[in-house]
């Protein structure tokens, strides 16, 4: 596996464990400052701190999750890549509601550039292909 394979494989993979150990740091640091987000809200949502503002504040609803990815699918050019990462992401439920989880299966569309000699995400979609709530 090439370097930049491997490095946007861990690019994917810290995303997903700092979400699921609540490591916002962590989190941040994934991310450009000028980071787009598509499909996670009604409406896009531009800059790297209104996404963790989000992102952490839709946690709250979630005691905990498991966010399980396969190899991201990546295309290098240069200083730039696009990704294709599918996953299944498990929460579970704070206390007090009918359901005690929620399932999801999804793909992550990504493109990240290589700023400083580090990887970031630039743009980053989810597309849903289903979802359990129970």
């Not at 009918?98 to 569309?109: E, G, K, P, S, V």
Request: hydrophobic share 40%; net charge negative; proline share 2%.
């Amino acid at each position: 596996m090439s370097r930049d394979r491997e490095a946007l494989q861990d690019l994917m993979l810290t995303d997903a464990a700092a979400v699921d150990e609540r490591d916002r740091q962590r989190y941040a640091d994934c991310f450009d400052e000028d980071v787009e987000v598509f499909g996670f809200s009604a409406g896009p949502v531009t800059g790297r701190d209104n996404w963790l503002a989000y992102v952490f504040s839709a946690l709250e609803k979630y005691q905990a999750s498991q966010h399980l990815l396969g190899p991201p699918l990546a295309r290098i050019d240069g200083d730039h890549a696009s990704l294709r990462t599918d996953f299944q992401a498990m929460h579970r439920f704070r206390e007090g509601g009918d359901a005690t989880r929620f399932t999801l299966w999804a793909t992550y569309r990504t493109e990240a550039r290589r700023i400083d000699g580090v990887w970031k995400i630039a743009r980053h979609e989810l597309v849903v292909r289903d979802s359990e709530t129970r």
